[in-house]
């Protein structure tokens, strides 16, 4: 690691060598302790000598701030990347689900709106743009983004689906839809009957309404059962 380290501190060494030894430390900083600490020093180094301005470098040091829970710091990184343009969906998959994660629905709704329009084929930008317009009220907005967006849910992918029928059923609950909000969470529960959001939406949804209390009962009580350690349940 000695003659690794002095390699760094010389700024004649290529970039792209470095960034080639800096990938096969984030592989190994993950099951090392002793790698991470050194991938750590190699990063300053790589800090204090160099104009961060390669986003393969960047997406490095955003990936390290993700295994280290520093999603403030990630998401800065993820953002910076895009500015460089033809950025890669991973990219932009993460960057949304950390403003998700930070709530940061603004942000959120933009970027998911950009992610949608370079990877339209794509769900997710779809699913993450709703989910900011619902934090915004706009509901029959997320709606239409929503039913657009599932046209591109592979056949295989029930999860995603899944996703977007529980969404779904939120969605027509704030909009008093009520018919139209079971029938989607139904629909997410024909796919997975244990499925925990969609117990859960749905038995709050019937609790609001004070509609079959029995049955709302009976689900929030098998999510909880299903997902014991979700606050939320």
Do not use: C
């Not at 895009?82 to 959120?108: C, P």
């Amino acid at each position: 690691f000695q003659y690794i380290f002095m390699a760094f501190q010389k700024k004649e060494v290529p970039l792209k060598h470095k960034i080639t030894i800096l990938h096969s430390f984030l592989d190994l900083s993950k099951r090392n302790a002793e790698r991470a600490e050194q991938f750590d020093q190699l990063l300053k180094l790589i800090e204090q000598n160099q104009d961060i301005q390669d986003p393969e470098l960047l997406a490095i040091f955003a990936r390290r701030s993700l295994d280290k829970e520093a999603y403030e710091e990630a998401l800065e990184y993820f953002v910076r990347i895009t500015h460089f343009g033809n950025t890669s969906y991973d990219v932009w998959n993460h960057l949304m689900r950390i403003e998700a994660y930070l709530g940061r629905w603004k942000q959120l709704e933009s970027h998911a709106e950009q992610a949608a329009i370079e990877f339209p084929n794509q769900p997710m930008p779809y699913l993450f743009s709703s989910t900011a317009m619902r934090y915004s009220g706009q509901y029959e907005e997320a709606v239409n983004t929503l039913l657009n967006g599932m046209a591109f849910i592979l056949p295989e992918d029930g999860e995603t689906r899944i996703k977007f029928h529980v969404l779904l059923g939120e969605l027509y609950h704030e909009l008093k839809e009520y018919s139209s909000s079971d029938a989607e969470l139904e629909q997410a529960m024909n796919l997975r009957k244990t499925h925990a959001g969609a117990l859960n939406t749905y038995a709050r949804n019937l609790a609001e309404r004070k509609e079959r209390l029995n049955q709302a009962l009976e689900m929030a009580e098998l999510a909880v059962k299903i997902s014991p350690e979700n606050p939320e349940y």
